[in-house]
Structure formats: C-alpha cells, structure tokens
C-alpha cells in the first residue's frame, strides 16, 4: 500500500507564491504517474496537474496554465507542485495522488485514474 504526504500549503496574499510536496512510501514511487487536485470551498475535487512515472509529460488544468509547474524527483520519491501567481480563486484543498497503474503512457486527468490520495494540504489565497 502507498501512502501520501503532501506538506507546504499555508495563506499568502494574491500575487504570491507556494511550493508543495507530496513525499510517498510504501511502492515503486518511479513506476507511477502522480497528480494533483484540489478542492475549493464548496466545490467538486478537480485536476489540477500531472507528471508522468519518468518525469517527462505533464499536463495541467487550463485555469493554472503558465501560473503552476509540477515535478518530480525520483531519488527522494517527491512530487512537486510549484505555485506562483497565486489568486483568490486557488484557495482550496490540494492533493496529491498515485495512478492506480503503472508506467502509463498518457498522463491521465481523470480522478478515478488515481487510487491512492493523501490527506490534502490547504492553500489560502487572500485578495
């Protein structure tokens, strides 16, 4: 089984930026791509990107195209998800989360794709 930690969320006015990590244990972490999402107040839980398991496609949400990058290091079995930017609009809770199969061509953006989530990290953007 693989567990998920995702650390580095906090508040930061508009404008601002945030890094959060996603640590994983208890798989090959290199064999599978990894996503993040989030959830806003009151909202259903969306993609918001993905890195495939060798690092080398991603593929993001429209609305943080060009704003958010995400990355991965293998070594120390991470994912990142580098924010900057930041707008009101981005306040939710973020998650990562683990493909349910491994080496998938195609990153995938699809939420029932990934079958293993962490707790989620709150990110507040204030105006």
């Known amino acids: 089984q693989v567990q998920l930690v995702e650390s580095g969320g906090g508040l930061v006015q508009a404008g601002g930026s945030l890094r959060l990590s996603c640590t994983a244990s208890g798989r090959s972490f290199s064999r599978y791509a990894m996503g993040w999402f989030r959830q806003p107040p009151g909202k259903e839980r969306e993609f918001v990107a993905a890195?495939?398991?060798?690092?080398?496609?991603?593929d993001y949400a429209d609305s943080v195209k060009g704003r958010f990058t995400i990355s991965r290091d293998n070594a120390k079995n991470t994912v990142y998800l580098e924010m900057n930017s930041l707008k009101p609009e981005d306040t939710a809770i973020y998650y990562c989360?683990?493909?349910?199969?491994?080496?998938?061509?195609?990153?995938?953006?699809?939420?029932?794709?990934?079958?293993?989530w962490g707790q989620g990290t709150q990110v507040t953007v204030s105006s």
């Open positions: 890195i495939n398991w060798s690092g080398g496609s991603t």
């Open positions: 989360a683990a493909d349910r199969l491994q080496r998938r061509v195609v990153v995938t953006t699809t939420l029932q794709s990934y079958g293993y």
